[in-house]
């Protein structure tokens, strides 16, 4: 499986937009990337993910770089709500398990 | 439409006892998971089964862990004898079909405190 890398924490003001990076240097042509957010207490919540171009959902944006070696996950208006630990992970081909890092614990300031 | 289900919420048992965790996935997920995640740390997969058959087991203690999915439906995982390393919220996922461009659904976890 393709590693990532994040940063371990983040911190953004409530209503401005959280930009949330992942690198992915060794992600192959074929492997998604999927992000997954965990509030306390709670299970893993599925974000959005893409393979190439850059996906919007009603939850988030997903901006991914030409070459595909990182991506930005981005919360347009981020409330206190937001707050959680942020997963980015690339979905090797033909597996179908999440292998999880330790995420972005993304912190919400009001 | 109903997410994933599980229970108990919490269990408190002692080292060497048995325990239990039930599963309901979402309704029409063929493929189910099982995860373990230590406090700190990322989820981690035990089991995934397709249907009723297991898919891939590799990272199940199986000298303590079993898990079975029968009628392709719901789904328990149990331990027996357990450790004190087992102590962890264990999550239960569910998708659509087998591939990989489906998302995962989890359920809220059951965690596990062992005495």
């Known amino acids: 499986d393709a590693k990532t890398t994040q940063p371990t924490s983040m911190d953004c003001a409530e209503g401005r937009a959280a930009n949330l990076p992942c690198n992915h240097s060794t992600i192959s042509g074929n492997e998604y990337v999927y992000w997954y957010r965990q509030i306390h207490s709670q299970g893993p919540q599925y974000i959005i993910h893409?393979?190439?171009n850059n996906e919007t959902n009603e939850m988030a944006s997903l901006i991914i770089t030409e070459d595909r070696k990182s991506s930005t996950l981005i919360l347009p208006h981020a409330t206190l709500r937001d707050t959680a630990v942020y997963y980015c992970i690339v979905r090797s081909a033909g597996a179908q398990k999440l292998v999880f890092g330790q995420g972005t614990r993304l912190t919400i300031n009001p | 439409e109903a997410g994933v289900a599980q229970s108990p919420r919490y269990k408190i048992i002692e080292k060497r006892q048995s325990v239990a965790f039930w599963c309901n996935p979402i309704?029409?997920?063929?493929?189910l998971y099982w995860y373990q995640q230590i406090l700190g740390q990322g989820p981690k997969l035990l089991i995934q089964f397709q249907n009723n058959g297991v898919v891939d087991d590799s990272q199940l203690p199986k000298d303590r862990f079993s898990a079975e999915r029968l009628k392709g439906v719901d789904s328990t995982l149990k331990i027996q004898p357990a450790k004190l390393e087992d102590s962890a919220v264990y999550l239960c996922?569910?998708?659509?079909?087998?591939?990989?461009?489906?998302?995962?659904?989890f359920g809220d976890g059951t965690r596990l405190s062992i005495l």
């Open positions: 309704s029409g997920h063929a493929t």
């Open positions: 893409g393979l190439k």
């Open positions: 996922a569910s998708s659509l079909v087998d591939g990989f461009n489906q998302p995962q659904h």
